[in-house]
């Protein structure tokens, strides 16, 4: 009877173990998929709107938030939680993700940046559960992307980016002042 518990209790906690661990492989790919969607969405509405203007702005904010992320992450060289690299300070992934959410919220006002912030935190959440980054190097990486992206972004003047949701259809409309 010893036997059988003791093997049963081992079981329960593989079995718990093996779910925590597809639990935050899940995460970490689903942060991963919102920092490349992000921006990937963001450039989607200036070509669909022919707003050429708004995606040079665009690469260029994602553009100098690479560049000052990979500049300090190539000075600190801090340590991963997991202890794959010493690239940990700051997020890249958070950085281009709030570069993003900082562009929609600029372009399309907080109709769109509001869920933009709320999808790059959880890209952040995503990184510091998966043992890739400190809370530290999220903030610093949210930081650097949206200040990045508020130098390089003019905010909308006369520009207006619309959502609406009407039962089963959504859909999203550009206006311009006259």
């Known amino acids: 009877m010893h036997k059988f518990s003791?093997?049963?209790?081992?079981?329960?906690?593989?079995?718990?173990?093996?779910?925590n661990v597809q639990a935050q492989d899940t995460t970490r790919r689903m942060g991963d998929l919102l920092a490349v969607g992000l921006p990937a969405f963001a450039a989607g509405l200036t070509l669909?709107?022919?707003?050429?203007?708004?995606?040079?702005?665009l690469a260029k904010s994602e553009g100098?938030?690479?560049?000052?992320?990979?500049a300090l992450k190539s000075s600190h060289?801090?340590?991963?939680?997991?202890?794959?690299?010493?690239?940990?300070?700051?997020?890249?992934?958070?950085?281009?993700a709030f570069s993003a959410a900082q562009f929609l919220q600029m372009k399309g006002g907080w109709e769109y940046g509001m869920p933009a912030y709320?999808?790059?935190?959880?890209?952040?959440y995503s990184r510091v559960e998966s043992h890739k980054h400190y809370w530290k190097d999220v903030v610093a990486g949210?930081?650097?992307?949206?200040?990045?992206?508020?130098y390089f972004?003019?905010?909308?003047?006369?520009?207006?980016?619309?959502?609406?949701w009407t039962g089963r259809a959504a859909s999203l409309t550009y206006q311009q002042a006259l």
Do not use: W
Not at 64 to 70: N, S
Not at 77 to 96: C, I, L, Q, T, Y
Not at 142 to 150: D, H
């Open 6 to 19: 003791f093997s049963a209790t081992a079981a329960c906690v593989a079995a718990l173990l093996s779910f």
């Open 48 to 57: 669909v709107n022919d707003d050429k203007e708004s995606f040079i702005q």
């Open 64 to 70: 100098a938030t690479y560049l000052l992320v990979e």
């Open 77 to 96: 060289h801090e340590m991963r939680p997991d202890g794959s690299d010493n690239k940990s300070f700051p997020s890249r992934h958070v950085a281009v």
């Open 118 to 124: 709320l999808a790059a935190s959880y890209v952040g």
């Open 142 to 150: 949210a930081a650097t992307g949206a200040l990045t992206t508020y």
């Open 153 to 164: 972004t003019d905010a909308s003047q006369g520009r207006r980016l619309g959502m609406s």
